[in-house]
């Protein structure tokens, strides 16, 4: 059911739906900004070893969760209309899990393509990004595959383009393909794209798609030590030291030694 206020009910439907969609379009421009707010796949270390603000980070979090809940508020049906719901249990269960086992594999891949190793973060830092992931990726789902891939279909969008309409967008709201970035993180974000999209539709909810894209999103962190933006190769810290460390069977000679042997003779 969806969430009532005082006096919300003697506002005619189709403003309220209005008012929903322009919402929808505040959240999706609120995720094309996550890098401003360090939140989502920005939630990382910046060219100068700092955080991003907390505040901001926080804030991002917080008018997500905000925006979602005036849609919820004014929509007039947005658990059957906008997919804003669970969805049926067994099957959220079932093919969340199965969504994120798959993620998991496919973020040790990830890993192994980009570090040719899994690269585990210090443990200190499991709770923020734990609470990313699980931030990131409620918002994500009730933002694409709720709102926007609802008003899709409401409006009679095949749902199969629906589907794919929706990921496209997703992809392009996170960034990952811009230049300079890594090409498997695109790829990812088009497949927890798809899949989140086709199992809503399949479970009548976004429980399935959160469920998995939070189990994937710990994963990638967890096996790359980033929150979903892959540093160009050559610069993480220990490749960084890698190349300033003299390669193996090669000997260090001083210069300032020598001369001191050469006066000695």
């Known amino acids: 059911m969806p969430f009532t206020v005082p006096g919300i009910s003697h506002v005619p439907e189709p403003l309220r739906v ?3 969609l322009a919402i929808g379009l505040f959240l999706i421009l609120l995720r094309l900004d996550a890098e401003r707010f360090g939140a989502a796949e920005y939630d990382d270390l910046d060219a100068d070893g700092n955080r991003p603000s907390l505040l901001r980070r926080l804030a991002w979090y917080v008018l997500g969760v905000i925006g979602i809940t005036v849609v919820l508020v004014l929509h007039p049906a947005p658990s059957s209309d906008l997919y804003l719901a669970l969805g049926e249990r067994v099957g959220v269960l079932v093919f969340g899990l199965l969504y994120g086992v798959t993620g998991c594999l496919i973020a040790v891949g990830v890993a192994y393509l980009r570090y040719r190793q899994v690269r585990v973060p210090g443990v200190m830092s499991y709770p923020g990004a734990v ?3 699980v931030s990131t990726a409620f918002v994500d789902e009730a933002v694409f ?3 926007v891939l609802g008003f899709l279909t409401v409006i009679g969008t095949d749902p199969v383009l629906a589907v794919i ?3 496209m967008l997703y992809a392009l709201a996170t960034r990952v393909g811009a230049r300079g970035r890594s090409t498997w993180m ?3 974000m088009l497949a927890m794209g798809f899949a989140g ?3 809503t539709v399949v479970t009548g909810g976004i429980g399935a798609a959160f469920l998995g894209q939070a189990i994937t999103r710990v994963a990638i962190y967890f096996t790359t ?4 933006l892959l540093t160009p190769r050559g610069m993480e810290p220990e490749e960084v030291e890698e190349q300033r460390r003299t390669p193996d069977g090669w000997q260090v000679l001083d210069p300032d030694a020598d001369s001191i042997a050469g006066q000695g003779r």
Do not use: K, Y
Request: proline share 0%.
């Open 18 to 20: 209005l008012m929903a």
């Open 131 to 133: 609470i990313n992931a």
């Open 145 to 147: 595959r709720g709102i």
């Open 165 to 167: 309409a929706q990921a």
């Open 186 to 188: 695109l790829f990812v």
């Open 197 to 199: 999209g086709f199992l």
């Open 225 to 228: 030590g980033h929150a979903g």
